[in-house]
């Protein structure tokens, strides 16, 4: 699992968060770097979004700014939470419109791949969505459900989280394009995930997606493709928890990657 190297930042006393120059040296060569990336593999309402909200190009952006462009779009905001939180939280925050983010960046060392959610992760991997009305009303409706559920139950469903808001793809007119934010945040996994011939990409079908395990310390050998933003928000009328009595009842699919003990699921 991880190894918690990272801790977080706190605010000053105005919600300011002050960052060393390095830690916005990390946010630029990352920023610059995906912004070209996703314009070639990323679907064209991932690119809009980025535009909409305008982060800052060669500082890290603050909470506080993040959150005063998303309410302007679905009511949503950013919150800064610990490095790692519990799953209720995480739930109880989605259940606000809040979005939780760490405060601190990678370290250079790290730049290319971190296992742990850094605030480049957060911002830029799931904020340009969140300005999109069926996506944000997904996360809205799947933070309530998520939270009202056992314990038992969150784990398994998170597999829905998972396969969509983290590592999704989209069927587009121009061919399969990457909206998950695990996806868009890695420089690898941009480029990898729509067009090597090694994983597999399959249409999105939320009871297989809930017998899917996954890790999440491994490039995805795994995508679901969804038709259209509209997928997400359909799966809340569906009722997740009786898809995924019916994804219990059918069994886990085995794994497509090597299992060393207990694969790690876990959020975000
Ligand atoms: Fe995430």
Redesign the pocket.
């Known amino acids: 699992m991880a190894r918690h190297i990272y801790k977080s930042i706190e605010p000053d006393s105005q919600g300011l968060i002050h960052y060393p120059p390095e830690g916005n040296q990390t946010w630029a060569t990352l920023y610059a770097r995906q912004c070209r990336l996703v314009e070639q593999y990323a679907c064209q309402e991932f690119v809009d979004g980025i535009k909409q909200i305008g982060f800052s190009v060669d500082r890290i952006p603050q909470h506080v700014d993040i959150t005063r462009r998303l309410e302007t779009f679905n009511g949503w905001g950013v919150r800064q939470v610990p490095a790692l939180i519990p799953a209720s939280d995480f739930f109880t925050l989605l259940s606000k419109k809040c979005f939780p983010a760490a405060s601190f960046i990678r370290i250079p060392e790290e730049l290319d791949y971190i296992m742990e ?1 850094d605030i480049f ?2 911002f830029f ?2 904020c340009p969505l969140l300005t999109l009305k069926p996506y944000a009303d997904f996360m809205f409706e799947f933070g309530k459900i998520a939270l009202a559920a056992k314990p038992k139950d969150r784990v398994q469903l998170f597999r829905l989280f998972w396969f969509t ?2 590592f999704g793809l989209i069927q587009t007119k121009d061919g399969v394009r990457a909206y998950g ?2 996806i868009l945040s890695s420089k690898e996994e941009t480029v990898y995930s729509v067009i090597s011939d090694i994983p597999k990409r399959i249409p999105f079908d939320p009871i297989a997606a809930l017998r899917t395990p996954f890790r999440i310390d491994i490039i995805q050998p795994l995508y679901y493709v969804i038709n259209s933003f509209d997928d997400l928000f359909n799966l809340i009328s569906r009722d997740p928890l009786k898809m995924l009595a019916e994804a219990r009842e059918l069994g886990d699919f085995a794994p497509l990657f090597e299992v060393k003990g207990k694969a790690p699921e876990g959020c ?1």
């Open positions: 959610p992760h957060e991997g799931h808001v983290e934010g695990g975000c």
